[in-house]
């Protein structure tokens, strides 16, 4: 037992003999060893169950670690991967700005730009109104203060949307993957095994697309290329193959299961149901399970992206999303429309089909890409 509070010794008294030292206790035996993922910085983690509690600090805190340069400098080639990617958008917003006055004008030629971005009536609304009152406290006087404005507005209707993807808090920690054909589903799955991988955590992946042709084989090449076990069965049902990955995954002592689910669309119902059963059949093999269901959306799709959003949360109960493609005609405003009206967590983006090309969701990173 490790004791991080100290008593305070007795004052030193020559005329009184030293006491008898106290029988020894008895030695408590250790706890039991367990298992738990602590991820570095790219999710978010539980602390490991084997770390004791931190003494309470007897002196003021130190100042925050900076980002290492290293990192800072893959933080910002990232950005501008961003930026290049929502230059359609960017360069649309930002004509509003040239030779502009702040008048009635300039906030109709806002209203048109953001909803040409597929940001919606909503949140446009909203984002102009919040602009409006921005430009009032701060008395900004110029276009380019305005512009900055803007930009703060767009980050904070996003940031409800950040948030990291906790792995850690169950063993295995069970995350059902969904999406439509298309939308880069079990490529991003592919990307974030690798990622989970990397940081020391132990994969199993469960092919559970049955119905699309190849994506078996997809998977088998993700998972031979991060060297991951994967439960797959050819032609098999896929609630019956995602009931196998999770036992397999607890008796196996893995840290994340990944279920690959059957890409579909939100009218297909039949399918939907099939969705259902997969999620109903998971929580069998583990009571808690899925403890994460996540929705790949193409970052293309515009004002779709929140139709499917909102069809799979009323499905599933989303947790958690990951936006693709976001590297060429995407316009990206479709996030204010979801944060605005059903504000799921965004927990990586994707501007590419390389590995590198997914990272987590910063709201502040995204408006200023947003803004050009």
Known sequence: MFSFFKKKPPAESPALAPAASPAPLPAEPPPPAKSVFSPSSWFGGKPSAD?????????????PIETPPAEAEQRSGWLGKLKTGLRKTGNSITAAFVNAQIDDALYEELEAALLMADTGVKATEHLLEDLRRRVKSSMATEASQVKLLLADAIADLLRPLEKSLVIGEHTPTVIMVAGVNGAGKTTSIGKLTKHLANEGASVLLAAAD?????AREQLLVWADRNTVEIVSQEGGDPAAVSFDAVNAGKARGKDVVLVDTAGRLPTQLHLMDELKKIKRVVNRADASAPHEVLLVIDGNTGQNALAQ?????ETLGLTGLVITKLDGTAKGGVLC????????????????????????FKAREFAQALMG
Do not use: N, S
Request: charged share 25%; net charge negative; glycine share 4%.
């Open 309 to 313: 959003v909102k069809a799979f949360d």
């Open 51 to 63: 770390e004791p509690p931190p003494a309470p600090a007897a002196a003021p805190a130190p100042p």
């Open 337 to 360: 429309a979801i944060a605005r009206e059903r504000p799921i967590p965004v927990y990586f983006i994707g501007v590419g089909e390389k590995l590198e090309d997914l990272e987590t």
């Open 210 to 214: 049955t119905f699309r042709a190849a």
